[in-house]
């Protein structure tokens, strides 16, 4: 295979040798190269294109792990057809040389160079001693996904995903020749079947949270959205509205639940067993084991945390809001609806301004037909934020971590719960998918209800 010249990075000057070393081929020298001796590296991946990568960074350092100003190149990669991408290497002497390539996601980065491991698969191998055109092969593997390089002697072992000592870098044809097949092809299973009032979910692969690079949120620490972790959800159902005053007065009747007890704030839904005035309404003011229990005598059970982003953000489509991209965010779910009172003169109450109308405070009947993800799903974005599964831990924390992808991750607790998506009383600026909040389990909120779901784990 002819050798494809890198793009370079623009306003980086291309010499003919650096040191000891020539720069990436496409630039200098006499056309016929057979009696030099140089490397012809190929590189395989089986990274999902565009939607994980679409950026190769190459570079050459020294031993000690040192580069130079003209020792890298930039490609573009999102094209499937250009793989694998090979380049050359001109070699002017027997000293050791590292290659390290870097495949990653342009958007998810703050610059053209990543500055972490988080959505990044990285390696870093030893050029063996070229004589004459000497061919190797690198091989970026998913399992290698945000593995980062420490240097300048470890690298993320393609193979297994282990980080360990860097090794020579392998002739053609020692990976096995599926290793770039597609990886997400594992992963990808049909939801078949779900039960009237709840939308079918596909398993699959997709990022939880956000890369640091890019995240905007400053919430605690323990509640920032990254590291971002790629994680595996199997095919689930779940509710496609909010749980009612309706169904829980259904329970009631049906002996299957007690009564929650009585709340004094005036944006409380439930009124009473007599009262079908708000049955339409989101079921609020309940604890975390309330919302388990209801959810369980059903059959049913609450959403994981994971689960609810990846039903959140439309599956693979990760998108920002559950409705897409438009940040038109008044008009898409109730939020800002807050009370002007004196007890809370920081009540965020824009949207209800907008547009001229007074609308209510107070979560709404229904929702909004707006809120919605391309399967139905409506409010995940606002209206009650939602009690989910797991116990809170920082995505930096033990229950987040493990083989990659995370497979349908659970995070246990009694104390301290996670809770998902915005509410009638929040602030814009914590309206997303990727947004996270936590309570009490014992706590009881008109900001906060819940949502069933079915099936692992």
Same mark, same amino acid.
């Given at each position: 295979?002819?050798?494809?010249?890198?793009?370079?990075?623009?306003?980086?000057?291309?010499?003919?040798?650096?040191?000891?070393?020539?720069?990436?081929?496409?630039?200098?020298?006499?056309? &016929?190269?057979?009696?030099?001796?140089?490397?012809?590296v190929s590189v395989r991946t089986d990274v999902p294109l565009v939607r994980?990568? /679409?950026?190769?960074?190459?570079?050459?350092?020294?031993?000690?792990?040192?580069?130079? /100003?003209?020792?890298?190149?930039?490609? =573009?990669?999102?094209?499937?057809?250009?793989? #694998?991408?090979?380049?050359?290497?001109?070699?002017?002497?027997?000293?050791?040389?590292?290659?390290?390539?870097?495949?990653?996601?342009?958007?998810?980065?703050?610059?053209?160079?990543?500055?972490?491991?988080?959505? *990044?698969?990285?390696?870093?191998?030893?050029?063996?001693?070229?004589?004459?055109?000497?061919?190797?092969?690198?091989?970026?593997?998913?399992k290698c996904y945000g593995v980062g390089v420490v240097l300048p002697f470890?690298? %993320?072992?393609?193979?297994?995903?282990?980080?360990?000592?860097?090794?020579?870098?392998?002739?053609?044809?020692?990976?096995?020749?599926?290793?770039?097949?597609?990886? +997400?092809?594992?992963?990808?299973?049909?939801?078949?079947?779900?039960?009237?009032?709840?939308?079918?979910?596909?398993?699959?692969?997709?990022?939880?949270?956000?890369?640091?690079?890019?995240?905007?949120?400053?919430?605690?620490?323990?509640?920032?959205?990254?590291?971002?972790?790629?994680?595996?959800?199997?095919?689930?159902?779940? /509710?496609? $509205?909010?749980? @009612?005053?309706? &169904?829980?007065?259904?329970?009631?009747?049906?002996?299957?639940?007690? =009564?929650? #007890?009585?709340?004094?704030?005036?944006?409380?839904?439930?009124?009473?067993?007599?009262?079908?005035?708000?049955?339409?309404?989101?079921?609020?003011?309940?604890?975390?084991?309330?919302?388990?229990?209801? %959810?369980?005598?059903?059959?049913?059970?609450?959403?994981?945390?994971?689960?609810?982003?990846?039903?959140?953000?439309?599956?693979?489509?990760?998108?920002?809001?559950?409705?897409?991209?438009?940040?038109?965010?008044?008009?898409?779910?109730?939020?800002?609806?807050? =009370?002007?009172? =004196?007890?809370?003169?920081?009540?965020?109450?824009?949207?209800?301004?907008?547009?001229?109308?007074? +609308? #209510?405070?107070? #979560?709404? $009947?229904?929702?909004?037909?707006?809120?919605?993800?391309?399967?139905?799903?409506?409010?995940?974005?606002?209206?009650?934020?939602?009690?989910?599964?797991?116990?809170?831990?920082?995505?930096?924390?033990? %229950?987040?971590?493990?083989?990659?992808?995370?497979?349908?991750?659970?995070?246990?607790?009694?104390? @301290?719960?996670? *809770?998902?998506?915005?509410?009638?009383?929040?602030?814009? &600026?914590?309206?997303?998918?990727?947004?996270? /909040?936590?309570?009490?389990?014992?706590?009881?909120?008109?900001?906060?209800?819940?949502?069933?779901?079915?099936?692992?784990?």
């Amino acid at each position: 295979m002819a050798a494809r010249p890198l793009h370079q990075l623009k306003h980086v000057a291309v010499g003919c040798s650096i040191a000891a070393l020539s720069t990436l081929s496409g630039g200098c020298g006499p056309k &016929d190269e057979s009696a030099r001796a140089q490397w012809l590296v190929s590189v395989r991946t089986d990274v999902p294109l565009v939607r994980w990568g /679409d950026r190769l960074l190459i570079e050459v350092l020294d031993e000690d792990g040192n580069g130079c /100003d003209d020792c890298f190149r930039l490609a =573009a990669a999102s094209d499937a057809g250009r793989w #694998p991408i090979s380049f050359g290497i001109k070699a002017v002497d027997d000293r050791t040389w590292l290659l390290r390539a870097r495949l990653f996601r342009a958007a998810d980065q703050a610059g053209n160079v990543p500055q972490g491991p988080e959505g *990044v698969v990285d390696l870093l191998t030893r050029l063996p001693r070229a004589e004459g055109l000497t061919r190797v092969e690198l091989l970026l593997s998913m399992k290698c996904y945000g593995v980062g390089v420490v240097l300048p002697f470890q690298s %993320c072992d393609p193979t297994n995903g282990v980080l360990s000592t860097v090794s020579e870098a392998l002739p053609p044809g020692a990976y096995p020749p599926d290793a770039d097949a597609p990886w +997400l092809a594992q992963y990808e299973e049909p939801c078949t079947e779900a039960p009237p009032g709840m939308a079918c979910i596909a398993g699959g692969v997709f990022r939880l949270g956000t890369p640091e690079a890019v995240s905007l949120a400053l919430p605690p620490a323990d509640l920032r959205p990254n590291p971002e972790r790629l994680t595996h959800v199997s095919p689930f159902a779940i /509710d496609v $509205e909010e749980f @009612t005053v309706g &169904d829980l007065r259904s329970l009631i009747a049906k002996g299957l639940v007690a =009564a929650p #007890p009585s709340n004094e704030d005036a944006f409380c839904a439930f009124l009473g067993t007599d009262s079908a005035d708000n049955d339409e309404f989101p079921l609020n003011c309940v604890d975390h084991s309330f919302a388990e229990a209801a %959810c369980e005598v059903l059959g049913k059970r609450l959403p994981t945390e994971a689960e609810w982003e990846y039903a959140a953000g439309n599956l693979d489509k990760e998108t920002v809001y559950p409705w897409g991209m438009d940040n038109d965010i008044c008009g898409h779910a109730v939020v800002e609806r807050g =009370a002007i009172s =004196a007890s809370d003169p920081l009540a965020f109450t824009t949207c209800r301004y907008l547009p001229a109308e007074h +609308l #209510p405070p107070g #979560p709404v $009947e229904h929702g909004s037909a707006r809120d919605s993800t391309d399967l139905g799903v409506h409010n995940l974005g606002g209206n009650v934020a939602e009690w989910v599964l797991d116990a809170s831990q920082a995505y930096s924390g033990p %229950c987040w971590g493990g083989p990659i992808p995370l497979n349908n991750p659970v995070c246990g607790g009694t104390a @301290t719960f996670s *809770v998902r998506g915005a509410s009638w009383s929040s602030s814009r &600026d914590v309206v997303g998918v990727t947004v996270r /909040d936590r309570f009490r389990g014992t706590a009881t909120s008109a900001s906060i209800g819940f949502r069933c779901a079915l099936g692992r784990p």
